[in-house]
């Protein structure tokens, strides 16, 4: 059986606003469900641990899909979330692939995580793919390829757009924009129509530009894992 680590943010901060962030709920249980009913297995990590802080926002009538439907019911897997493994104790060795949702929290915390940066160096020294969707991305700020230049640079990749940040109104909370850090770490960023689905895969890597993607995400996955 294939094991797939999940790794969730911890944050659940949005910047100085006072509001609150988080993951996106769309972009873990519509990947989370798609892996399940293929017989692969999942392990959620989290950098502090425990239950990771779920985006407000992603609760709301507005975006709720099949998948989060079936994940407010599944008093099961709401438990498995509540109880993440920290990220430092978690070795690559034991898993055959990463997927990183996203949400605004990642922003913050697995950006900058240095367990983050590292597992993820890790799987793609031992050649076994990284993928991320929307925001996730942003975890490609600080990781680098053996040759110790950005990991994503000369590779094809998409995150959400800076006309979809522009559209929630987040341009001036964020850190940084995802699209504009990955052009300058020298990607071949491009993307499809805001909020509709667009993948990219190229070699180890597969990302998704928002929640539309996430699930197609996790279907190029399975494939390069068969």
């Known amino acids: 059986m294939k094991k797939v680590l999940f790794v969730l943010t911890s944050h659940d901060e949005l910047g100085t606003t006072g509001e609150k962030t988080g993951f996106w709920i769309e972009e873990f249980a519509a990947p ?128 959400f757009s800076n006309t979809e940040e522009e559209a929630v109104q987040l341009t001036n909370v964020v850190p940084f924009l995802v699209e504009n850090m990955l052009k300058e770490n020298g990607a071949i960023f491009s993307k499809g129509d805001d909020w509709a689905p667009y993948v990219l895969e190229d070699e180890l890597l597969i990302t998704g530009q928002n929640p539309a993607s996430s699930e197609l995400v996790a279907e190029i996955l399975l494939k390069k894992l068969k």
């Open 32 to 159: 989370y469900y798609f892996f399940k009913d293929n017989n692969v297995e999942v392990i959620l990590a989290s950098p502090k641990g425990g239950q990771p802080p779920i985006d407000p926002k992603s609760e709301l009538p507005d975006f709720q899909t099949a998948s989060t439907i079936r994940f407010y019911k599944d008093e099961e897997t709401k438990e498995i979330v509540s109880k993440t493994i920290k990220l430092n104790t978690v070795d690559q060795a034991d898993y055959d692939a990463v997927f990183y949702p996203g949400g605004h929290g990642p922003l913050w915390d697995l950006v900058e995580d240095k367990d983050s940066i590292l597992l993820i160096e890790s799987f793609i020294k031992n050649n076994k793919p990284v993928s991320a969707v929307c925001h996730a991305p942003a975890i490609f700020k600080h990781t680098k390829n053996e040759e110790r230049t950005p990991l994503v640079k000369g590779k094809k990749v998409t995150g």
